[in-house]
């Protein structure tokens, strides 16, 4: 990262995108931070950064025009990343409304928005500008267990109201690229797992669990497969697409790591029975329960993420188990995120999401 750059990052309170943000900051890039602090963007996840001067963080919406415009002409950016969304599939199943608004609605003012700055640039400037955004393998829809990984020439498929929002959000972002020559990027990428994650999703969830000597909920049968990237190595592939990318391309990224929910769940247990075994001396196992399945549940993902090793040369560092088991520690050693990030709207979530499926 030799070149300083000036980047308008969106949803960088959230667990993808706060890391993102503190990588850029720790080497000098310049951060603009526009997040809506929804349940899910936390500022304790900035608090690294809190005093840099390099970084600045804006509360607000990406579908308020009148901000974005602002900030655009304030600061000037080299590029705008897009990583705020409504990111949970349980709760679009419950509530898919504000996925419409944030991430079909929000990103196409955003687009829009970004795409009259950016015609008036001077020539130099409108030709290094990048419109990234960050996207989902989910907008694939889901494999059968002997089906070859997403390219990126797969058809999109998407079987939430999760999925349907983001596939639609990347049509936009192709069509801005097509219509009007923005500079764009799209990255796909499969499930992370690392640090700050909020604890709805499945390996913060089961690790939290499983320390508060609760059920380990797993959905339907647990044969559902998902390809795990540690959230740092999918911020460096951001970073190699941003700068190295094509312009109008999509890239695949994912870490060639499948595995079941329930080898995922079996290792949790395994990594807490050693480094914080429970006070009774039985296996966190105990605590694995099946519960009603997740409606339209996707049964595989896989990336097959040859364009990006092979153009820009990116291969993941983490080796998933390490990785695993150095994210709940990480939860272990944080008690007071833990604590702050479980008090309020999250016991609320749980209550709604859990109750029916017992
Ligand atoms: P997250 O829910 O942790 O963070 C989302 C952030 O966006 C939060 O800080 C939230 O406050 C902010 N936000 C929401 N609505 C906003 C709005 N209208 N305006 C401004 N900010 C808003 O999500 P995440 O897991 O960090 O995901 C980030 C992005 O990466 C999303 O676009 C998601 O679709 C994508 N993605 C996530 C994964 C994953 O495994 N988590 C994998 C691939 C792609
Ligand atoms: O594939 C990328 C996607 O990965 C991202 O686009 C999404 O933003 C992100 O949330 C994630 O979606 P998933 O639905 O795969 O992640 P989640 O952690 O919710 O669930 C992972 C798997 O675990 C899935 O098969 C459902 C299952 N699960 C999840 C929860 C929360 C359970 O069995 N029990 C649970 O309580």
Redesign the pocket.
């Known amino acids: 990262m030799e070149n300083k750059n000036l980047y308008l990052v969106?949803?960088g309170?959230?667990?993808?995108?706060s890391c993102f943000v503190l990588q850029n900051v720790r080497v000098g890039n310049k951060v603009i931070n526009?997040?809506?602090?929804?349940y899910?963007?936390n500022l304790e996840n900035l608090d690294e950064i809190k005093n840099a001067s390099n970084h600045v963080f804006i509360r607000?919406?990406?579908?308020d025009e009148q901000l974005v415009r602002k900030l655009l002409e304030k600061f000037q950016p080299d590029a705008v990343i897009n990583?705020?969304?409504?990111?949970?599939v349980d709760r679009s199943i419950l509530d898919p409304d504000v996925f419409v608004k944030?991430n079909v609605l929000?990103t196409e003012v955003l687009l829009r928005v970004v795409k009259d700055w950016w015609k008036n640039l001077d020539e130099e400037k409108k030709n290094k500008f990048r419109f990234h955004h960050?996207?989902?393998?989910e907008v694939f829809g889901t494999l059968s267990m002997d089906d070859p990984a997403f390219t990126e020439e797969t058809p999109f498929a998407p079987n939430s109201p999760y999925s349907a929002s983001?596939a639609s959000s990347d049509h936009f972002v192709r069509a801005y690229h097509e219509t009007y020559g923005l500079p764009t990027v799209i990255t796909n990428?499969?499930?992370?797992y690392g640090p700050r994650?909020?604890p709805e999703?499945l390996i913060p969830l089961m690790t939290l669990n499983a320390l508060a000597g609760k059920p380990l909920p797993i959905y339907g049968t647990g044969e559902n497969i998902r390809d795990w990237l540690h959230v740092e190595d999918h911020c460096d592939a951001i970073y190699e697409v941003l700068t190295k990318g094509r312009v109008g391309q999509t890239y695949n990224i994912g870490g060639r790591a499948e595995r079941t929910n329930l080898f995922i769940v079996n290792k949790i247990c395994e990594i807490l029975d050693d480094i914080k075994p429970r006070s009774d001396g039985k296996s966190y196992k105990e605590q694995i329960t099946f519960v009603k399945d997740r409606l339209g549940h996707d049964l595989r993902y896989a990336i097959n993420c040859s364009k990006i090793e092979k153009e820009l040369g990116w291969k993941p560092k983490h080796n998933f188990e390490d990785g695993l088991k150095e994210t709940i520690q990480w939860y272990l050693n944080n008690e007071d995120w833990v604590k702050n990030i479980q008090s309020g709207e999250y016991q609320k979530w749980i209550e709604k999401n859990y109750k029916e499926r017992q």
């Open positions: 969106t949803g309170a959230g667990f993808i995108g526009l997040d809506k602090l929804t899910s963007g607000g919406d990406i579908g990583f705020a969304a409504e990111s949970h944030t929000g960050i996207s989902t393998d983001k990428c499969s499930n992370n994650q909020f999703k």
